[in-house]
């Protein structure tokens, strides 16, 4: 990140691949985390099925029940808390990593520091939270 801002050598449309490595590491972090406490299974750990952000859904709480991340979240720590999982998902893998022809998001570079700094903020919180 450096490097690319860097006395502005570097200009960019879309700094979104600044951020495609920590989304990456908030999924792996999270499947980890939610294994350790038991949310998920090693067999769900393992998957190539599992979908977190559908079971991290608060839309789909209720659909899902038990298996609900969510609900297990808000739970075990706080309903707050849970959001922020959430949200942090949303901001930093979902609308960055999904294509949507309808709504090309590109961010500067503020924005793809901001998100980065969220995703890492929340994993600390996370680990703090689920594994204290």
Same mark, same amino acid.
Request: net charge positive.
């Given at each position: 990140m450096n490097e690319v801002n860097k006395q502005n050598v570097y200009r960019f449309k879309d700094y979104s691949f600044l951020v495609f490595p920590f989304a990456k590491a908030y999924e792996g972090f999270l499947k980890q985390i939610f294994k350790d406490v038991k949310?998920?299974?090693?067999?769900?750990?393992?998957?190539?099925h599992l979908r977190l952000g559908k079971l991290m859904s608060p839309n789909l709480e209720g659909k899902?029940?038990?298996?609900?991340?969510?609900?297990?979240?808000?739970?075990?720590?706080?309903?707050e808390f849970a959001e922020?999982?959430? @949200?942090?998902? *949303?901001?930093?893998?979902n609308? !960055?990593?999904h294509y949507f022809p309808h709504n090309l998001k590109a @961010?500067?570079? *503020?924005e793809a520091?901001?998100? !980065?700094?969220?995703?890492?903020?929340t994993m600390e919180e996370a680990y703090i939270k689920l594994k204290s």
């Open positions: 949310f998920i299974s090693h067999l769900d750990y393992i998957s190539d899902l029940g038990e298996r609900s991340l969510y609900k297990k979240m808000k739970e075990t720590v706080t309903k922020k999982v959430w @949200i942090t998902w *949303k901001l930093g893998r609308q !960055i990593f @961010i500067n570079f *503020k520091e901001k998100i !980065i700094g969220q995703i890492i903020w």
